[in-house]
């Protein structure tokens, strides 16, 4: 049987005893049903992992001793930055999870003109907060032991003017180039623009070109915001980064 894994928000490297927190708690005690004497595997985002086991397990807390520490680099070579505008739905969790299994290392909910998803300022934080838990549960199941960043939502333009070294890349049906076609990726990585379903207007377009975006063309067929954005993060992790090795 496959040993959990669990993620613990605090540094754990000094640690011989822990109490989970309390979604981590409620998903080992109450949904897994798991007891003292049984292993859990945790990490805290830092690249190592703790195997530990169970001491305490109730209803409302789960206490383990930590029986070690160990480097479990998962990460791939490729730095990824998705700026993906948000989609309504379960279309946005989609994407976020599957991201975050392929290997992106920071999300950027954006709003632009054609985006359909209105949020208020609290209601957004919430969304936040429920998209980290995605990103949680998503390294929890594919062995990550880094934690991606759902960065705040940002409008499109104020995204496209940042420069962190990376480059800049945005997917366009009328695209000359293809990401086979593109030159090395510098080491500052990737910074990967995903529109909405109805896609960018001519005006975010030529914003994008300003700013220093390269269109990328993926092929000859159209695709939907959330297969737009995991097609193009696996191609890139299969040209630049580890996938397939």
Sequence with gaps: M????????????????????????????????MVEGEQLELFDGSNHIYPAIITESNKKSVKVNILGRELSDKESNLKIHLGQVISRGERMEFTIQKSVELGVNVITPLWSERCGVKLDGERMDKKIQQWQKIVIAACEQCGRNVVPEIRPLMKLQDWCAEDDGAIKLNLHPRAQHSIKTLPMIPKDGVRLL????????????????QKGFTEILLGKRVLRTETASLAAISALQIYFGDLGE
């Design 194 to 209: 995903i529109g909405s379903e109805g896609g960018l207007s001519e005006q975010e377009i030529v914003q994008t070109q």
């Design 2 to 33: 496959r040993i959990p894994r669990i993620y613990h928000p605090e540094s754990l490297e000094y640690q011989t005893q822990c109490q989970l927190s309390e979604d981590a708690a409620n998903h080992v005690g109450r949904v897994l049903r």
